[in-house]
Nanobody, 120 residues
Framework: QVQLVESGGGLVQPGGSLRLSCAAS????????MGWYRQAPGKQREFVAS???????NYADSVKGRFTISRDNAKNTVFLQMNSLKPEDTAVYYC??????????????WGQGTQVTVSS
């Protein structure tokens, strides 16, 4: 059974930094795209950043220049370094992975979410 487990959320002051991690575990053959989404109270879930296995990245305009996504293919782990955080970055951040696993083929998975709160 495939699981995505996130860590690294918390409370930070405006202008501060946080680093999120998400590890995929289970009988995984290949991890294709990995990414981060977020959902603020009363809003729909929105795309934040993504990275393919070859390393190419994509970012939402709202986080370009402040957030950096990276991955460790050997550990099936994706990271999100968040700098210059703003109150509007407050949300539950979800990890997402498109992967091929034993018994289930290629599917899309979500983590349980980690809370990021930016407040003074």
């Amino acid at each position: 059974q495939v699981q995505l487990v996130e860590s690294g959320g918390g409370l930070v002051q405006p202008g501060g930094s946080l680093r999120l991690s998400c590890a995929a575990s289970g009988s995984i053959f290949i991890v294709y795209n990995m990414g981060w989404y977020r959902q603020a109270p009363g809003k729909q879930r929105e795309f934040v950043a993504s990275i393919i296995s070859g390393g190419s990245t994509n970012y939402a305009d709202s986080v370009k220049g402040r957030f950096t996504i990276s991955r460790d293919n050997a550990k099936n782990t994706v990271f999100l370094q968040m700098n210059s955080l703003k109150p509007e970055d407050t949300a539950v951040y979800y990890c997402n992975a498109d992967l091929l696993s034993a018994g289930r083929g290629r599917q899309n998975y979500w983590g349980q979410g980690t809370q990021v709160t930016v407040s003074s």
